[in-house]
């Protein structure tokens, strides 16, 4: 883990997407196994992107001082489509909930604290989308060595 020490602002920048894009995982997880969605099912793909998305961005992160600008922004560039990709699966999965509160009716307490939850699952998502297209546009991830 010697490459932590060498990372630029956008190799930062790239860590605090991972870390966003990890508790959004995990708040999809609960969110689809406990309370109001509970029996309801879960889509593997948000989990399955995460994990792809975190151990790209390691090797990416790992490899940056080795590789040219270009390439590493091609790469983060997929990174974020995956981390996309996982907000989008998170958006569908949860918008007939979402949408049902838009009824002007009594919700059970635990749908309100689901769709709460859900949408604070999904909005971290996208705050982890957007940390990853600036760190793509940014440009160099690690320190250049004097």
Same mark, same amino acid.
């Given at each position: 883990?010697? @490459? ?12 605090? +997407?991972?870390?966003? +894009?990890?508790?959004?995982?995990? %708040? ?8 109001? %969605? ?7 793909? !948000? ?5 792809? @998305? ?29 981390? +996309?990709?996982?907000?989008?699966? @998170? ?12 009824? !002007? ?14 949408? +604070? ?26």
């Amino acid at each position: 883990m010697s @490459f932590i020490k060498k990372q630029g602002v956008c190799g930062w920048i790239v860590v605090a +997407a991972v870390i966003l +894009a990890l508790v959004s995982m995990i %708040m999809y997880i609960v969110n689809s196994n406990t309370g109001y %969605m509970e029996g309801m099912g879960m889509n593997a793909l !948000p989990v399955v992107f995460t994990v792809i @998305f975190i151990i790209g961005a390691v090797i990416v992160l790992a490899l940056s001082d080795k590789m040219n600008e270009s390439l590493s922004g091609l790469l983060l560039f997929v990174l974020a489509l995956l981390v +996309a990709g996982s907000a989008l699966v @998170f958006i569908v999965e949860r918008v007939d909930v979402i949408g049902d509160m838009l009824n !002007p009716v009594n919700h059970p307490d635990a749908q309100v604290k689901a769709v709460r939850e859900a949408i +604070a699952g999904i909005s971290i998502y996208l705050v982890a989308f957007v940390a990853m297209v600036i760190a793509t546009i940014g440009g160099r991830l690690a320190k250049k060595e004097e």
